[in-house]
C-alpha cells in the first residue's frame, strides 16, 4: 500500500464559484506521479460550503481520497485541520475610506506622540540638556530636537522593518511576530467555534 503525507495548508483563501482541488489546501508528499493524481482531486464545490469560512477535517480529507485511490494511506503532518476562507467580492467603495483612514491614523498617531512628550516632559529635557552642554538657555533647542524627530520616524521604519512596501531584512519585526501568534489563536478559537456549532465540513 502506497503512503502519503498530507500538510495542511495555513491561511488559505479560496477564489469565489469555483470548485476546490485537494493541493489548494494541502500539500502532498513523495510520490510525485501519486502526488499529481492526489492533488486534483476534487475536494468539494464552493457552493456546498455552509458558510465563507469553514473547518476542513483530516477525516473528511481521508474519506476524500479514499473514495478514488482507495489503496492510499493518509498520514498527516503537523496540523490535522485547517480553516478555509471563500474570498469576498471587492468593493469599489472601500477605496473612498483608504485616504480618510490613512489621515484619521495619522492625527491620532501624532496625537499620541505629542501627548507621551508633554507628559515626559521632554521639551524640558531638551532644554536641560541643551543648557547641560552649552551653558546657555535656549527655549527651543532646535539642534536636538531636530535629530530626535528623525531617528523617532527612523527608528520606527526600522522597527517594523518595512519602508512602504520595501523590506530590509528576513527578519520579522515584533508586530509580525505577535501578528502570528494572534493568527494562530484565532484560528484555533474559530475551529473550536466552528466544531461547536457544527459548521465543521464533513
Known amino acids: 500500500m502506497t503512503t502519503i503525507y498530507v500538510q495542511f495548508k495555513k491561511h488559505i483563501l479560496l477564489p469565489r464559484n469555483k470548485h476546490v482541488q485537494l493541493s489548494q489546501i494541502a500539500n502532498v508528499a513523495p510520490n510525485k506521479q501519486v502526488t499529481h493524481d492526489v492533488g486534483e482531486i476534487i475536494i ?5 460550503l455552509p458558510t465563507n469560512e469553514v473547518v476542513i477535517d483530516g477525516l473528511f480529507i481521508i474519506r476524500s481520497i479514499k473514495k478514488h485511490f482507495p489503496n492510499i494511506n493518509v498520514r498527516f503532518i503537523g496540523e490535522t485541520f485547517t480553516v478555509a476562507y471563500v474570498e469576498r467580492k471587492k468593493r469599489s467603495v472601500a477605496k473612498v475610506f483608504v485616504p480618510f483612514i490613512w489621515l484619521l491614523l495619522f ?3 501624532a496625537m499620541t506622540i505629542m501627548n507621551f512628550h508633554h507628559d515626559v516632559g521632554m521639551q524640558e529635557v531638551q ?3 541643551h543648557y547641560i552642554i552649552t551653558g ?6 532646535l539642534w536636538l530636537q531636530i535629530p530626535y524627530s528623525f531617528g523617532l520616524g527612523i527608528g ?5 522593518n518595512y519602508w512602504f512596501t520595501k523590506r530590509f531584512n528576513k ?9 502570528f501568534k494572534y493568527e494562530q ?7 473550536n467555534e466552528l466544531i461547536k456549532n ?5
Open 136 to 141: 546657555k538657555e535656549n527655549e527651543y533647542p
Open 127 to 129: 532644554q536641560k540638556l
Open 107 to 109: 492625527i491620532g498617531t
Open 156 to 160: 520606527m521604519i526600522l522597527f517594523f
Open 44 to 48: 468539494f464545490e464552493q457552493h456546498t
Open 185 to 191: 489563536e484565532l484560528e484555533q478559537y474559530k475551529h
Open 171 to 179: 527578519e520579522p519585526s515584533p508586530l509580525e511576530v505577535e501578528l
Open 198 to 202: 457544527d459548521d465543521k465540513f464533513n
